[in-house]
């Protein structure tokens, strides 16, 4: 199975994918963490997002699709899909249907994960993971179980990522708005999409996704 989780920053995409991995086996491909990665290791790829990211825009369609491609390759053609942040814009949404064509892959379902843009400031502010493993926590929403310690790993460090300030949450939330919204109708019109409310508690997000996605 592949589905593409689409919704603004903070929507919960990364919080729900990291769900379907560990319940499901599907594989998450977050091209916003790949660029983190890249950044991180400073790639060529991720000389040219950083600043792009640091900004809250989006990098170009050319590298999100490349970086896609190239992980696709790397799995088998058993394991389920969840492209959390891709596509984004109307190229993107053009090439992934190619992509995922020259690999004889279907695209199933379209979550859109529907949300109040006013909480979102909130959640993104709010939002840290582990240093180690990644898991995501919030300040409010989902602390650790013991204050500190990560529940997954057991690490003590954490991490906050530099694009989570009011100023460029808002930037981002209008890039959404602009380039990542207007795509919704492509796969509407081929039946594929179901609205979820995001602004439900995780684990009602999480019922209503598997609700979609049957056993
Ligand atoms: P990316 O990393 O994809 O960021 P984003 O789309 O802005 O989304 P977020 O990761 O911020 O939110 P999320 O929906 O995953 O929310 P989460 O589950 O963490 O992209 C970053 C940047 O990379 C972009 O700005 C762009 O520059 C670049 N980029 C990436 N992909 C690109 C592409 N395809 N094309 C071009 N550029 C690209 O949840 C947020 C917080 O809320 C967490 O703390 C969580 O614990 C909490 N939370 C989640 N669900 C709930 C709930 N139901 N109730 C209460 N709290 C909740
Ligand atoms: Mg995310």
Redesign the pocket.
Same mark, same amino acid.
Do not use: C, E, R, V
């Given at each position: 199975m592949n589905i593409i989780l689409l919704g603004p920053?903070g929507a919960g995409? &990364?919080?729900q994918?990291e769900r379907l991995v560990a319940e499901r086996g599907m594989v998450q491909l977050?091209t &916003? %963490?790949m660029l983190r990665a890249a950044v991180a290791s400073g790639t060529p790829t991720g000389l040219k997002a950083k600043a792009v990211m640091e900004a809250g825009e989006l990098v170009s369609d050319e590298i999100v699709s490349g970086i896609i491609g190239e992980k696709l390759d790397t799995l088998s053609a058993e394991t389920g899909v969840i492209f %959390?942040?891709y596509p984004r814009t109307a190229a993107q949404a053009e090439s992934l249907d190619a992509l995922l064509a020259a690999r004889r892959r279907r695209l199933d379902h379209v979550i859109e994960l529907a949300v109040d843009e006013d909480a979102l400031v909130a959640r993104i502010t709010g939002r840290f993971t582990c240093a180690t493993c990644g898991a995501?926590y919030h300040d409010t929403f989902k602390q650790p179980k013991e204050a500190g310690v990560c529940d997954a790993c057991g690490s003590t460090t954490f991490k906050r990522r530099p694009d989570d300030n009011e100023a460029t949450v808002r930037t981002r939330l209008a890039e959404y708005r602009n380039k990542t919204a207007p795509i919704l109708p492509i796969y509407e019109v081929r039946g594929l999409v179901h609205r979820v409310d995001g602004m439900a508690d995780m684990a009602d997000v999480t019922k209503a996704i598997a609700a979609v996605l049957g056993e």
């Open positions: 920053p995409k &990364g919080t994918a977050s &916003g %963490d %959390d942040g995501g």
